[in-house]
Protein backbone atom coordinates (compact mmCIF):
# COMPACT_ATOMS: atom_id res chain seq x y z
CA UNK A 1 0.00 0.00 0.00
CA UNK A 2 1.37 3.42 -1.00
CA UNK A 3 -0.31 6.51 0.91
CA UNK A 4 0.32 10.48 -0.31
CA UNK A 5 -1.01 13.19 1.92
CA UNK A 6 -1.84 16.59 0.58
CA UNK A 7 -3.49 19.52 1.60
CA UNK A 8 -1.57 21.17 4.50
CA UNK A 9 -0.82 24.68 5.05
CA UNK A 10 -0.91 28.20 6.78
CA UNK A 11 -4.64 29.19 8.31
CA UNK A 12 -5.54 31.66 10.93
CA UNK A 13 -6.99 30.08 14.20
CA UNK A 14 -11.01 29.79 13.82
CA UNK A 15 -10.15 28.71 9.86
CA UNK A 16 -10.54 25.00 8.43
CA UNK A 17 -8.24 23.34 5.99
CA UNK A 18 -9.26 19.97 4.12
CA UNK A 19 -6.43 16.91 4.40
CA UNK A 20 -6.35 14.03 1.47
CA UNK A 21 -4.95 10.61 1.51
CA UNK A 22 -4.34 8.93 -1.46
CA UNK A 23 -3.72 5.44 -1.32
CA UNK A 24 -3.10 2.52 -4.02
CA UNK A 25 -2.11 -1.40 -3.79
CA UNK A 26 -5.80 -2.34 -2.78
CA UNK A 27 -8.25 -3.42 -2.86
CA UNK A 28 -9.17 -1.72 0.88
CA UNK A 29 -11.75 -3.29 1.70
CA UNK A 30 -11.29 -4.34 5.46
CA UNK A 31 -8.18 -1.76 5.99
CA UNK A 32 -8.31 0.99 9.00
CA UNK A 33 -6.97 4.64 7.38
CA UNK A 34 -5.41 6.75 9.82
CA UNK A 35 -3.73 10.00 10.67
CA UNK A 36 -1.37 11.24 12.92
CA UNK A 37 -0.07 14.48 13.64
CA UNK A 38 3.68 15.12 15.43
CA UNK A 39 4.09 18.70 16.81
CA UNK A 40 7.52 20.03 17.38
CA UNK A 41 9.19 18.10 20.43
CA UNK A 42 6.79 15.96 20.36
CA UNK A 43 5.41 12.40 19.66
CA UNK A 44 3.13 11.42 17.37
CA UNK A 45 -0.34 11.53 18.03
CA UNK A 46 -3.54 10.26 16.99
CA UNK A 47 -6.06 12.26 15.54
CA UNK A 48 -8.97 9.97 13.79
CA UNK A 49 -8.94 6.53 12.21
CA UNK A 50 -11.91 4.75 9.75
CA UNK A 51 -12.58 1.57 8.52
CA UNK A 52 -12.36 1.45 4.77
CA UNK A 53 -15.34 -0.64 4.14
CA UNK A 54 -17.28 1.28 7.10
CA UNK A 55 -19.13 0.87 10.34
CA UNK A 56 -15.46 2.18 12.20
CA UNK A 57 -14.76 5.56 13.43
CA UNK A 58 -12.60 7.32 16.16
CA UNK A 59 -11.25 10.59 16.76
CA UNK A 60 -9.09 11.74 19.43
CA UNK A 61 -10.68 14.30 22.83
CA UNK A 62 -8.66 16.70 21.70
CA UNK A 63 -10.42 17.22 17.62
CA UNK A 64 -14.07 15.72 18.72
CA UNK A 65 -16.68 17.62 16.84
CA UNK A 66 -14.06 19.81 14.86
CA UNK A 67 -12.55 17.28 12.56
CA UNK A 68 -14.35 15.15 10.31
CA UNK A 69 -12.59 11.60 8.74
CA UNK A 70 -14.17 10.10 5.38
CA UNK A 71 -13.52 8.39 2.41
CA UNK A 72 -14.03 8.82 -1.37
CA UNK A 73 -14.39 5.31 -2.83
CA UNK A 74 -14.64 6.38 -6.18
CA UNK A 75 -10.92 8.64 -6.13
CA UNK A 76 -9.69 5.72 -3.09
CA UNK A 77 -8.97 8.71 -0.84
CA UNK A 78 -9.34 9.80 2.91
CA UNK A 79 -9.96 12.80 3.66
CA UNK A 80 -9.71 14.84 7.09
CA UNK A 81 -11.67 18.30 7.04
CA UNK A 82 -10.27 20.49 9.85
CA UNK A 83 -12.86 23.00 11.22
CA UNK A 84 -12.35 25.83 13.99
CA UNK A 85 -8.35 24.99 13.47
CA UNK A 86 -6.34 26.29 16.62
CA UNK A 87 -2.62 26.84 17.02
CA UNK A 88 -2.23 23.57 19.12
CA UNK A 89 -3.36 21.78 15.83
CA UNK A 90 -0.27 22.92 14.09
CA UNK A 91 2.26 19.82 13.85
CA UNK A 92 2.96 17.34 10.38
CA UNK A 93 -0.03 15.40 9.49
CA UNK A 94 0.35 11.74 8.24
CA UNK A 95 -1.86 9.36 7.12
CA UNK A 96 -1.36 5.76 7.72
CA UNK A 97 -2.99 2.11 6.96
CA UNK A 98 -3.25 -1.40 8.70
CA UNK A 99 -4.57 -4.88 6.91
CA UNK A 100 -7.70 -4.66 8.98
CA UNK A 101 -9.41 -2.72 11.85
CA UNK A 102 -8.24 -2.86 15.46
CA UNK A 103 -9.06 -1.52 18.93
CA UNK A 104 -5.70 -0.30 19.03
CA UNK A 105 -6.54 1.95 16.31
CA UNK A 106 -4.53 5.21 18.21
CA UNK A 107 -1.29 3.14 18.35
CA UNK A 108 0.93 4.17 15.78
CA UNK A 109 2.99 0.92 15.65
CA UNK A 110 0.29 -0.51 14.91
CA UNK A 111 0.02 0.24 11.36
CA UNK A 112 2.32 -0.66 8.93
CA UNK A 113 2.16 1.79 5.74
CA UNK A 114 3.20 5.87 6.34
CA UNK A 115 2.38 8.62 3.74
CA UNK A 116 4.82 11.26 3.63
CA UNK A 117 3.56 13.93 6.08
CA UNK A 118 2.03 17.50 5.52
CA UNK A 119 2.55 20.71 7.03
CA UNK A 120 -0.20 22.41 8.84
CA UNK A 121 -0.02 25.88 10.24
CA UNK A 122 -2.31 27.63 12.07
CA UNK A 123 -1.45 31.13 13.38
CA UNK A 124 -3.20 33.10 16.32
Known amino acids: VQLQASGGGLVQAGGSLRLSCAASGGPFSD ?8 GPGRGREFVAALRWGGGRYAYADSVKGRF ?5 NAKNTVNLQMNNLNPEDTSVYYCASRIRWTTNYGSPSEYDSWGRGTQVTVSS
Open 31 to 38: YALAWFRQ
Open 68 to 72: IISRD
